[in-house]
C-alpha cells in the first residue's frame, strides 16, 4: 500500500489551480482588508434605501460588491482549509473569513427590513428603471418574505435566541460523533474499531454473523442514550415550530418550503407516489433475500452487496475520457468544458493526502473556476461515478455564473441535486452499454437500484418520519421517545415489508439520522433523482431541443424558483409523474438485475 503523501509532495498537476480566485496570498489579505472597510461603511447607508431611486441603486451596489468579495474570499480559505486542514495559515484564514462574515452580517442586518419598509409603488417605479435589470429578482424575493418579518425588536430577539436554538443539533453532533464509544470488533484481519465512518463497511462485509454482531454491538450504545436523543430531537422540532410560529407560518414544513416557492402538494405528492410503490421495493427485498440464501432479512442483510466487487482499475484520466464519452448527448461545449475542467484546467484536487478531509465535493461560485475536491481510487468504480456527479455540480454553477449577474446566479439545492444526478444516469447507461460481461452489467444495474433505494425511498421514508413527528407536536401532541420508536418502527416495516426482520433495537436508527436537525430538506434527494431520470431520459431518446431544454436549466441559475426552471427544462415537479416514472425505471432496473443474477 503506498503511503498517503504530505500536502506538499503532490505534484502540481494533481492539485487545484486557485490562481482564478486569488493569484497570491497578499491579493487575499488585501481583498480582506477591502472587504473590512466596507464593513464600515454600512452605518453611513442605513436609514437611505428608502429616500430615493439614486440611494437604493447606491447601496445595493454597495451590497452586492461586498457580497462577492466575502463569498471570493471565503471560497479560497475554505478551498485551502480543505486540502490541508492542520496547515496554521489555512486555519487562520478561515478564522479570519468567518468572523469578517459574522461582522458583515451583524453590520447589514437592517438590509432587508429596509427594502422590505419602502412604499410598494415607490419601489417598482424605482425598480422600472434600467439600471435595476440585475437587482429587480433579488428585490422581488426579500420583498415576498415581507409578511413573515417582525419588528426591528422582535427580529433582534430572534437573533438572540438563534445561538440557543442550534443547540440541540450541536449536542447531537458531540455526542455522536465524539462521546459515543462503540468499542472493538474482532474479525479474521484483528480487532477493528467500530465508529460511525466503519459502520457501513461492515454492513457490506459478507460474513453475516459478524453483520450481526456489529449491528447489535452498534445499536446497544445508542439504546444506552436512548433518552437524551429521544429529548435532542425532541429540542429540534420544537425549535422548528417556534421559529415558524414566530414568523406567522401555518406549520413548520410550510416555513421550510417557503424560500423554495415549492407547494406543499410536491411533498404530499412525493410520499404518496412512493407509498403507491412500496410493493416493487418488497419485491426488491424478496430478490435480495433469495440472492442471499435466506429464508428472511435481518435489518444488517439489506445492506450487504449482491454482486461482489467488479475488479477494475479505471486511473484519473481514463475515468475523464469515460465520462466525456458518456455526456457527448449534452453537445460540443458541455463536453471540452468539462473534460479540460477535470484535466488542464485543473478544476480538481485529485487524490487523498494528509490532513485533507474526507469525501468529495463541488464548490461553485460566481469568480473563480468551479472547483472539485476528490479523493479519487482508480481501483473503486463508484469514484468515477463521484467524479461526474460532482462534475455535474461545476458545470452547474459554469453555466449559472455565466448567464446570470452576482445577485441571482446561485440556485438552489433542490436544483443542485439535478445536474449532479443526471451525470451518474448517463455515465451508468455508457458503462452498462460498453461492458465486456454480466457481471459488470449486474454491477451497473445494481448501483443504479442502490441509488434509487437510497436516495428515493429512503429519503421518502425519513421525509414521512419527520412530517409526522412535526404534525403531532403541532397538534399539541407530547413528543416522547416511546412515541418516536414507535412511529419509525411502523415506518420500518410499511417500506420494508413482511420480509425483514426487525431487533428490539431497530427502530433506534431514527434517532441516529443528522439530517432530522435540518427539517425538511431530505426530500429533496427524492425530487432530485426523479427529475435526473426524467429529463436524462428525455435527452438520450428526444431530439436538440430536449438537449437544449436541458442546458436552459443550468443556464438559469437562480432566475426562476426550482418548480419553474425545472418546468423549463422539462419535467413538472408539480406532478406526481416523474415520481412515477422513477418508480417504473426501478422495477424495469428489478426486472434486468434477476435476470442477470437469479434467473440464471
Known amino acids: 500500500m503506498n503511503k498517503t503523501p504530505q500536502r506538499n509532495e503532490v505534484p502540481v498537476k494533481d492539485t487545484w489551480d486557485l490562481s482564478s480566485l486569488f493569484a497570491m496570498e497578499e491579493e487575499w489579505d488585501a481583498t480582506l482588508a477591502q472587504f473590512k472597510g466596507m464593513i464600515d461603511q454600512a452605518a453611513q447607508y442605513k436609514g437611505t434605501l428608502g429616500t430615493s431611486s439614486d440611494a437604493l441603486y447606491a447601496v445595493l451596489g454597495w451590497y452586492i460588491d461586498a457580497s462577492q468579495k466575502i463569498e471570493r474570499l471565503g471560497n479560497y480559505a475554505f478551498l485551502r482549509f480543505s486540502v490541508d486542514g492542520t496547515n496554521t495559515d489555512c486555519q487562520k484564514r478561515m478564522g479570519l473569513v468567518q468572523q469578517a462574515a459574522t461582522d458583515f452580517s451583524a453590520a447589514t442586518s437592517w438590509f432587508d427590513p429596509e427594502i422590505q419598509a419602502v412604499d410598494s409603488h415607490k419601489l417598482d417605479s424605482w425598480l422600472a428603471e434600467e439600471r435595476f435589470t440585475d437587482y429587480r429578482i433579488m428585490v422581488a424575493r426579500l420583498i415576498r418574505f415581507k409578511p413573515h418579518v417582525l419588528t426591528e425588536n422582535e427580529e433582534k430577539l430572534l ?14 453532533q458531540d455526542l455522536t460523533n465524539i462521546d459515543m464509544d462503540f468499542g472493538m470488533i474482532t474479525t479474521p484481519e484483528g480487532d477493528l474499531p467500530l ?25 446497544k450504545v445508542y439504546a444506552t442514550h436512548k433518552h437524551v436523543l429521544g429529548r435532542l430531537y425532541e429540542g429540534s422540532v420544537k425549535k422548528d415550530i417556534f421559529k415558524a410560529n414566530s414568523r406567522a407560518f401555518p406549520s413548520a414544513r410550510a416555513a421550510a418550503l417557503f424560500p423554495d416557492n415549492v407547494p406543499m402538494e410536491v411533498y404530499d405528492s412525493l410520499v404518496s407516489s412512493v407509498h403507491d410503490a412500496l410493493p416493487l421495493l418488497h419485491r426488491y427485498y424478496d430478490i435480495r433475500r433469495r440472492a442471499l440464501g435466506l429464508d428472511k432479512l435481518a435489518h444488517y442483510d439489506v445492506y450487504v452487496p449482491l454482486v ?25 461545449e458541455y463536453g ?5 475542467g477535470l484535466t488542464t484546467e485543473r478544476w480538481v484536487d485529485r487524490y487523498e493526502n494528509v490532513a485533507k478531509r474526507s469525501g468529495a465535493f463541488s464548490s461553485g461560485a460566481f469568480s473563480g473556476k468551479p472547483y472539485i475536491m476528490m479523493n479519487y481510487k482508480e481501483d473503486v468504480l463508484r469514484d468515477v461515478f463521484t467524479l461526474a456527479h460532482e462534475g455535474g455540480h461545476s458545470m452547474h454553477s459554469w453555466y449559472s455564473a455565466r ?48 441509488d434509487l433505494l437510497a436516495t428515493l425511498f429512503r429519503q421518502t421514508m425519513f421525509a414521512e418520519y419527520e412530517d409526522i413527528i412535526h ?37 433506534l436508527e431514527g434517532l441516529r439520522i443528522p439530517h432530522f436537525y435540518n427539517a425538511f430538506y431530505v426530500y429533496k434527494y427524492a425530487t432530485g433523482i426523479s427529475a435526473a431520470i426524467a429529463l436524462s431520459d428525455k435527452v438520450l431518446s428526444g431530439t436538440t431541443n430536449d438537449r437544449d431544454a436541458y442546458l ?11 418548480i419553474d426552471s425545472l418546468k423549463k427544462a422539462g419535467v413538472d415537479m408539480s406532478s406526481p409523474e416523474p415520481v412515477r416514472a422513477a418508480t417504473r425505471k426501478f422495477a424495469s432496473l428489478l426486472d434486468q438485475f434477476e435476470e442477470l443474477t437469479i434467473g440464471k
Open 159 to 172: 437573533a438572540l435566541a438563534s445561538d440557543a436554538t442550534t443547540v440541540s443539533r450541536t449536542a447531537f
Open 308 to 332: 461482489s466487487g467488479v475488479d477494475t482499475v479505471t486511473p484519473y484520466d481514463e475515468a475523464v475520457g469515460i465520462i466525456a464519452a458518456a455526456l457527448k448527448p449534452l453537445g460540443d
Open 336 to 340: 471540452a468544458t468539462i473534460t479540460a
Open 403 to 450: 448567464n446570470n449577474p452576482y445577485p441571482h446566479y446561485d440556485y438552489t439545492i433542490f436544483e443542485a441535486e439535478v445536474a449532479s444526478t443526471f451525470n451518474e444516469q448517463l455515465v451508468a447507461k455508457y458503462l452498462f452499454d460498453t461492458a465486456k460481461d454480466d457481471k459488470m452489467r449486474a454491477y451497473i444495474i445494481g448501483k443504479q437500484i442502490d
Open 195 to 219: 465508529t460511525q465512518t466503519t459502520w457501513s463497511s461492515f454492513m457490506n462485509n459478507p460474513d453475516r454473523e459478524l453483520r450481526k454482531s456489529v449491528y447489535r454491538q452498534f445499536y
Open 552 to 562: 436552459s436549466f443550468l443556464k438559469s441559475g437562480g432566475s426562476l424558483f426550482p
Open 471 to 507: 404534525r403531532q407536536a403541532e397538534e399539541g401532541e407530547p413528543i416522547t421517545l416511546e412515541g418516536l420508536r414507535s412511529t419509525y418502527r411502523g415506518l420500518l416495516v410499511q417500506y420494508f415489508g413482511s420480509l425483514v426482520e426487525f431487533e428490539e433495537n431497530s427502530d
